[in-house]
């Protein structure tokens, strides 16, 4: 049966639902866009890593050891006489004064003044003697003259070998201060001043003067090289000479040599046969230049400027 409903009935129920506030289903405005623009445009500081929320410069710095702290003995003699490592008067823990004499080997923690080893001789702290020996161990820092076929010294995190090493074989100094003059070899890591050998010298980060038919440097140095072989670091200032002469990255300085080859030729100065240099900020003179990139001048029979107009130049090229 169907039902009538009077069009009065239904038109106040419809005015008394219109007038009736309705709760929306929703929010038109969400959250995250009902707060200025600047807050919700602003970078959000945990989303950086921490290794990245620091100063470009705190981030590539290279870590600095600390310095090596000296340290007493339990003991301090003034002569000390071994047959052998621990076969000797006194303790190895004991620091020795005046004189140190191994028949065969000799261990202590400090030593100064004299110290002669037939064969072996090993200081487990600092060494400020006269070490002569077949090998020479300073652990600490060197502050004398090592004398033999193998000199070592400044094993131990943050010490410096001040003094000098001279080794028929080779020497080698963690942080050289001083002095190394080898038959085939000397090693620093962190050296500043003199490597002579007659075979090689290599060093990570130098500061001074490298001689010998090969010097390799792994990183960064200030001074000059004279041997047949000299290959720099990545970044490199001073003089390299020699029959071939390489810097791997930046190179600010002189090369003098028949071939010369840097990556980047900062300010420096190119004169042999054959010069190379993927950019060059400079000078090239010889037979044959070459570059990628040029601002500066080549002078030569023939030169090669890969992204310039005219790649290939006879004698004079210059672009600035």
């Not at 009935?9 to 200025?36: G, H």
């Not at 075979?199 to 140095?221: E, K, P, T, Y």
């Amino acid at each position: 049966m169907k039902a009538i409903f009077p069009s009065g009935l239904l038109l106040a129920a419809f005015c008394a639902a219109a007038a009736e506030p309705s709760a929306p289903r929703f929010d038109p405005i969400p959250e995250r866009f009902d707060r200025p623009a600047a807050e919700r445009f602003a970078p959000r500081r945990d989303s950086v890593p921490a290794r990245f929320d620091r100063p470009a410069k705190e981030r590539f710095a290279r870590p600095v050891a600390p310095k090596y702290e000296p340290e007493l003995g339990e003991g301090t003699l003034p002569v000390v006489l071994a047959l052998w490592p621990g076969v000797q008067f006194g303790y190895v823990q004991d620091d020795v004064s005046i004189l140190r004499f191994g028949l065969f080997g000799s261990r202590n923690h400090n030593v100064s003044f004299l110290d002669f080893n037939l064969f072996y001789g090993r200081a487990t702290g600092a060494e400020s003697a006269l070490q002569l020996g077949a090998v020479n161990v300073a652990d600490g820092p060197l502050t004398g003259v090592q004398l033999g076929l193998l000199n070592v010294s400044g094993v131990l995190e943050g010490s410096e070998s001040a003094g000098v090493q001279l080794g028929l074989l080779g020497n080698y100094s963690d942080t050289l201060a001083g002095v190394q003059v080898g038959g085939f070899l000397n090693r620093a890591a962190t050296g500043a001043g003199v490597q002579l050998s007659a075979i090689c010298n290599f060093s990570d980060r130098f500061r001074g003067v490298q001689l010998a038919a090969v010097n390799m440097d792994g990183d960064d140095v200030r001074g000059a090289q004279f041997g047949l072989v000299n290959v720099g670091a990545k970044d490199y200032a001073g003089v390299q000479l020699g029959a071939f002469n390489a810097g791997n990255g930046r190179f600010s300085g002189v090369q003098l040599g028949l071939v010369n080859s840097v990556g980047t030729l900062d300010g420096g100065f190119q004169l042999g046969a054959v010069n190379l240099a993927r950019d060059a900020r400079g000078w090239q003179i010889g037979v044959y230049n070459s570059a990628k990139t040029l601002r500066g001048v080549q002078l030569g029979l023939l030169n090669v400027v890969e992204n310039a107009d005219l790649s290939v130049l006879p004698l004079l090229r210059v672009s600035f």
